[in-house]
T-cell receptor
Framework: QKEVEQDPGPLSVPEGAIVSLNCTYSNSAFQYFMWYRQYSRKGPELLMYTYSSGNKEDGRFTAQVDKSSKYISLFIRDSQPSDSATYLCAMSNSAGGYQKVTFGTGTKLQVIP | KAGVTQTPRYLIKTRGQQVTLSCSPISGHRSVSWYQQTPGQGLQFLFEYFSETQRNKGNFPGRFSGRQFSNSRSEMNVSTLELGDSALYLC????????????FGQGTRLTVV
């Protein structure tokens, strides 16, 4: 079983919809939780990162972490065609003085105009 | 501020050959990590370098190696290429090895025929 599980999708939604992307994990040592967006033929770009449980909002994006359930979510409000991309969750824990990052496999999102 | 630069962008090699990929991190960043991305496995961690020292290594065979120079530029080498090595190889730089805010390059698309 993988340490981080993410539904690969694809997820197809109409423009303006609220999108919910999720990941579950098994390693309770994970401390930092991140979401990356990756457009086709590009490297991933960091969208948001949070430390421990709680919510963090940035514009149309909200990241949510529930450590008790080992579950993280990314919500996108008023989704736009430009949000069409693959979204990767990532988590890290301290290992020997540095952070070891584990990625989910990514969820492909398509926002239809 | 220039981003992470990876060269070359595309490579086609035959089985048994070796290949060297290059990564120039963001100026001032001392940590460079390498990842292999494939459709089935997602992003898999190869190794991380900080101040010319390999600090962390993923579960890849010894055919995969890397190094970092005093100017923080990094190279990775794959010897005796196999068909299964075909992937997008991504480099990420961060300020230091405890900083989880990593910035990715566009990647090198390696095809082994």
């Amino acid at each position: 079983q993988k340490e981080v599980e993410q539904d690969p999708g694809p997820l197809s939604v109409p423009e303006g919809a609220i999108v919910s992307l999720n990941c579950t994990y098994s390693n309770s040592a994970f401390q930092y939780f991140m979401w990356y967006r990756q457009y086709s033929r590009k490297g991933p770009e960091l969208l948001m990162y949070t430390y421990s449980s709680g919510n963090k909002e940035d514009g149309r994006f909200t990241a949510q972490v529930d450590k008790s359930s080992k579950y993280i979510s990314l919500f996108i409000r008023d989704s736009q065609p430009s949000d069409s991309a693959t979204y990767l969750c990532a988590m890290s824990n301290s290992a020997g003085g540095y952070q070891k990052v584990t990625f989910g496999t990514g969820t492909k999102l398509q926002v239809i105009p | 501020k220039a981003g992470v630069t990876q060269t070359p962008r595309y490579l086609i090699k035959t089985r048994g050959q070796q290949v060297t990929l290059s990564c120039s991190p963001i100026s001032g960043h001392r940590s460079v990590s390498w990842y292999q991305q494939t459709p089935g496995q997602g992003l898999q961690f190869l190794f991380e370098y900080f101040s010319e020292t390999q600090r962390n290594k993923g579960n890849f065979p010894g055919r995969f190696s890397g190094r970092q120079f005093s100017n923080s530029r990094s190279e990775m080498n794959v010897s005796t290429l196999e068909l299964g090595d075909s992937a997008l190889y991504l480099c990420a730089s961060s300020l230091n090895s405890v900083n989880t805010e990593a910035f990715f390059g566009q990647g090198t698309r390696l095809t082994v025929v």
